[in-house]
């Protein structure tokens, strides 16, 4: 059977995925899927899409392939084209938007351990590296003021744990949730006011939500 190897919603509340057998090069196809389960096919190419994230203002789907140097690419919904944002022969994956849309944070080997970097959302210039640690790192959310990013960071310590970064000069790191548990997959409400993750520290991964 066939499956969705990555979703995102718009703020109608319409759904975006890659569906398809989910093999890392499998050719899948971007459709949009309504509440009623309706799927409307995106004129993109097959490709081995993964991770599809919307851009703020809804008009660019940011997607990671695996077929082509594993790198970001930028599909624009409104003018149908696929312009490739990275271009490094590292891993680049995992894209998430900043609030503006104009830039890309990512998760990268080019400079050793998967670290996050961002670039420009067109592909313009260099990708920047925000974090220098040897933990592996993913993105999960950027707060709705564009201030602070929230990640998963990997430590052979505490395991996975939810971080946040400071996404002005200083690149402050701190922690928000850290335990020997597993806590991942950081969002944040769109008020800005709560965060949910996911933990299984009562023996299960389970949802949170704590201010």
Same mark, same amino acid.
């Given at each position: 059977?066939?499956?969705?190897?990555?979703?995102?919603?718009?703020?109608?509340?319409?759904?975006?995925?890659?569906?398809?057998?989910?093999?890392?090069?499998?050719?899948?196809?971007?459709?949009?899927?309504?509440?009623?389960?309706?799927?409307?096919?995106?004129?993109?190419?097959?490709?081995?899409? @993964?991770?599809?994230?919307?851009? #703020?203002?809804?008009?660019?789907?940011? +997607? /990671? &392939? $695996? %077929?082509?140097?594993?790198?970001?690419?930028?599909?624009?919904?409104?003018?149908?084209?696929? @312009?490739?944002?990275?271009?490094? #022969?590292?891993?680049?994956?995992?894209? +998430? /938007? &900043? $609030? %503006?849309?104009?830039?890309?944070?990512?998760?990268?080997?080019?400079?050793?351990?998967?670290?996050?970097?961002?670039?420009?959302?067109?592909?313009?210039?260099?990708?920047?590296?925000?974090?220098?640690?040897?933990?592996?790192?993913?993105?999960?959310?950027?707060?709705?003021?564009?201030?602070?990013?929230?990640?998963?960071?990997?430590?052979?310590?505490?395991?996975?744990?939810?971080?946040?970064?400071?996404?002005?000069?200083?690149?402050?790191?701190?922690?928000?949730?850290?335990?020997?548990?597993?806590?991942?997959?950081?969002?944040?409400?769109?008020?800005?006011?709560?965060?949910?993750?996911?933990?299984?520290?009562?023996?299960?991964?389970?949802?949170?939500?704590?201010?």
């Amino acid at each position: 059977g066939s499956t969705c190897t990555g979703a995102v919603t718009s703020n109608d509340g319409t759904l975006a995925y890659a569906h398809g057998a989910g093999f890392a090069s499998e050719q899948l196809a971007l459709v949009w899927v309504d509440r009623q389960g309706r799927e409307t096919p995106i004129p993109a190419p097959p490709r081995a899409y @993964t991770y599809p994230r919307l851009s #703020p203002d809804g008009t660019r789907a940011a +997607v /990671w &392939t $695996s %077929d082509q140097d594993f790198d970001l690419w930028v599909w624009d919904l409104g003018r149908t084209t696929l @312009t490739r944002v990275t271009f490094d #022969p590292g891993l680049d994956s995992r894209p +998430v /938007w &900043t $609030s %503006d849309g104009r830039r890309l944070i990512f998760t990268s080997q080019r400079a050793g351990p998967r670290n996050l970097f961002w670039q420009a959302a067109d592909g313009t210039g260099a990708a920047e590296r925000l974090i220098d640690s040897p933990n592996q790192q993913r993105a999960t959310a950027v707060s709705p003021d564009g201030r602070r990013l929230i990640f998963t960071e990997t430590n052979p310590k505490t395991a996975d744990d939810v971080m946040q970064v400071e996404l002005d000069g200083t690149h402050r790191v701190t922690p928000l949730v850290q335990s020997p548990f597993q806590e991942r997959n950081g969002a944040i409400s769109p008020d800005g006011r709560w965060l949910a993750y996911e933990a299984d520290d009562s023996g299960r991964a389970e949802i949170y939500v704590r201010p």
